[in-house]
């Protein structure tokens, strides 16, 4: 049996899985969304990643970029050493994508702040 807190809604259910005959069992949650995620998390589980990019900005040396989805919890480190090998040399604006399909995922790497639009002097 494993257990682990359900964090979908605001009520934090404190679940238990437990798989029997190729099937998993779901107890402990008070909604529906409580076993979808406990199923999820056993089965395919999906994490969302909020960082930074170099920049050659003095004034501005980092910008903060996100996925624009949820990407599967094992590429994570892969995906970060991809974030981490940018380095901006132009100005960019809240949901710019810095980096396309990261990894061939369907998840882009965007922009999360204006503060480079008007950084670079043209």
Do not use: Y
């Not at 682990?4 to 259910?13: E, F, H, K």
């Not at 132009?90 to 008007?118: F, K, M, Q, W, Y």
């Amino acid at each position: 049996m494993k257990e682990m807190t359900c964090i979908t809604c605001p009520n934090g259910c404190h679940l238990q899985i437990e798989e029997k005959d190729e099937k998993i069992l779901v107890t402990g949650n008070r909604c529906k969304r409580g076993e979808t995620f406990a199923i999820s998390e056993l089965t395919h589980p999906m994490r969302t990643i909020c960082s930074t990019v170099r920049t050659t900005c003095r004034e501005i040396p980092v910008l903060p970029v996100r996925v624009s989805q949820e990407i599967p919890k094992e590429q994570i480190f892969d995906v970060m050493k991809e974030i981490n090998r940018v380095v901006l040399d132009h100005p960019v604006a809240a949901g710019d994508v810095i980096i396309p399909h990261v990894l061939g995922l369907e998840a882009d790497v965007i922009a999360t702040s204006n503060v480079l639009r008007g950084a670079w002097k043209k």
